[in-house]
Nanobody, 122 residues
Framework: QVQLVESGGALVQAGGSLRLSCIAS????????MGWYRQPPGHQRVLVAGISTGGYSNYADSVKGRFTISRDNTKNEIYLQMNNLKPEDTAVYYCNMVPREHDGDWYMLDYWGQGTQVTVSS
């Protein structure tokens, strides 16, 4: 069974910090690069941070230097440490696999968890 359960979202003031957690199914977590996505109100969902099975990470320019993604392979969990939060970080945050390419085709789960709400006030 696919499991994606996010937690840790809250209402914080600009400049504050927050740490999000996600529990993922082992069948997904152990094979795929994982990432954090966010969907601000009225906008599309976008990938903001990704981490490979080997621990290599990358970030969208909008969060680079402020957010840090990590993973614990023994717990099938990924985390997102968010520092110096800004109002534009307000969104529902989701964890999921990062799309991967194989033999000319791209693969992505057709399943999303409920996400966790992050609201940053000014």
């Amino acid at each position: 069974q696919v499991q994606l359960v996010e937690s840790g979202g809250a209402l914080v003031q600009a400049g504050g910090s927050l740490r999000l957690s996600c529990i993922a199914s082992g069948s997904v977590f152990s094979v795929n690069a994982m990432g954090w996505y966010r969907q601000p109100p009225g906008h599309q969902r976008v990938l903001v941070a990704g981490i490979s099975t080997g621990g290599y990470s990358n970030y969208a320019d909008s969060v680079k230097g402020r957010f840090t993604i990590s993973r614990d392979n023994t717990k099938n969990e990924i985390y997102l440490q968010m520092n110096n939060l800004k109002p534009e970080d307000t969104a529902v945050y989701y964890c999921n696999m990062v799309p991967r390419e194989h033999d000319g085709d791209w693969y992505m789960l057709d399943y999303w968890g409920q996400g966790t709400q992050v609201t940053v006030s000014s």
